[in-house]
């Protein structure tokens, strides 16, 4: 069955650093088909998009994360990463990756869609990785 493992979350003091990591299996096609995202949810509140990337590398970051978040995809390793620095408070959550199956690619719009929408639509969740950080 597919499966999406997160890790790498845990507890930082504000203005430090993660890496997460997602690594995928079982999936019905090779993953460099596959558009995948990172997702967190913070105590209280509703799941919100973080950062998106397409097959073809696109990415898409929601305004509260650029430039201190990174997404990237390795896929000789099945495996997404969110590189996170300059940690604050507010970035406390549940981090949850997804995969959607895209043979034909996000189009500029699908990819902010798929932000903004919290990725409503896409295929595979994994159970996600707590991140904390305290001021």
């Known amino acids: 069955q597919v499966q999406l493992v997160e890790s790498g979350g845990g507890s930082v003091q504000a203005e430090g650093s993660l890496r997460l990591s997602c690594v995928s299996s079982?999936?019905?096609?090779?993953?460099?088909?596959?558009?995948m995202g990172w997702f967190r949810q913070a105590p209280g509140k509703e799941r919100e998009g973080v950062a998106l990337i397409t097959k073809s590398g696109v990415t898409n970051y929601v305004d509260s994360v650029k430039h201190r978040f990174s997404i990237s995809r390795d896929n000789a390793k099945n495996t997404l990463y969110l590189h996170m620095k300059n940690l604050k408070p507010e970035d406390t959550a549940e981090y949850y990756c997804a995969a959607e199956y895209c043979p034909n690619d996000y189009s500029p719009l699908l990819l902010r869609v798929r932000l903004s929408s919290a990725g409503r639509g896409m295929q595979y969740w994994g159970k996600g990785t707590l991140v904390t950080i305290s001021s």
């Open positions: 079982g999936l019905d096609f090779i993953y460099s088909e596959y558009c």
